[in-house]
């Protein structure tokens, strides 16, 4: 392989409580009723305007609903130090895969986020992750999921090929994006949607753990370290 490409959130990241928590918090601030859990959880790797309205279910972005989610995710963020409810941990797996990744000679990585560039480097920053991946696509620098845009943005800036790159991801949006731009779609079990709807979408990896993930594309040293 030359490049692997992760989502964040349900595949490397755990924000299932503060994404749920700033969506239900938006919705009250702005008179709405939520949609529940799946709703809330289906829509997450869209760019936000985009996943706002759909699970609002409008026909294009509303911006008090954005700018309040920005808002309300950004104060229950600065609060996670205090409330560990709202951390945004690892998921089993993650720190070891890619530290076992990183030592692959000439493999690149590299991150394919509905985030913002600003939301994208928090994260690179909280978990240490500064100049583990060569390239990081955020909302800032494509267009929304399942548009191919994040993962050519990515091959380009790293030279990979594309039947040499796999897009790691827990929803419809990163394996559609991922078939969309000919490159290996991997389903990650333990996100936000059913691995079987993934599977169904073009998944050729289903994976039950993330440490299962240099065995499937055939990294055996990975594998093995």
């Not at 949609?35 to 760019?47: D, H, N, S, W, Y």
């Not at 797996?93 to 480097?121: F, Y």
């Not at 929304?144 to 796999?166: D, V, Y």
């Not at 490159?183 to 299962?212: K, N, Y």
Request: one cysteine or more.
């Amino acid at each position: 392989m030359d490049l692997i490409i992760f989502d964040l959130d349900g595949t490397l990241i755990n924000s299932e409580a503060i994404i749920l928590g700033a969506q239900y918090e938006t919705f009250r601030r702005c008179g709405r009723v939520h949609p529940g859990r799946e709703a809330g959880l289906g829509i997450v790797g869209l760019t936000l305007d985009i996943a706002m309205a759909q699970l609002a279910g409008l026909d294009a972005p509303d911006d008090r609903l954005t700018q309040t989610y920005r808002e309300v995710f950004g104060a229950m963020r600065a609060q996670a130090q205090a409330d560990p409810a709202l951390d945004e941990p690892l998921f089993s797996g993650v720190a070891e895969t890619l530290a076992r990744l990183r030592r692959v000679p000439g493999l690149k990585l590299g991150i394919a986020t509905g985030k913002s560039r600003q939301g994208a480097e928090f994260i690179v920053a909280r978990h240490g992750w500064q100049g583990l991946f060569d390239t990081i696509q955020s909302a800032d620098d494509a267009p929304s999921k399942p548009h191919p845009g994040m993962i050519l943005n990515a091959m380009a800036e790293t030279g990979a090929a594309a039947e040499r790159t796999a897009m790691v991801g827990d929803s419809s949006f990163d394996i559609e994006m991922a078939v969309a731009a000919g490159v290996v779609p991997v389903a990650a079990s333990w996100g936000f949607q059913p691995v079987e709807r993934l599977v169904a979408l073009g998944a050729r990896h289903r994976l039950a753990a993330m440490a299962e993930l240099p065995g499937a594309l055939g990294l055996a040293g990975a594998a093995a370290a």
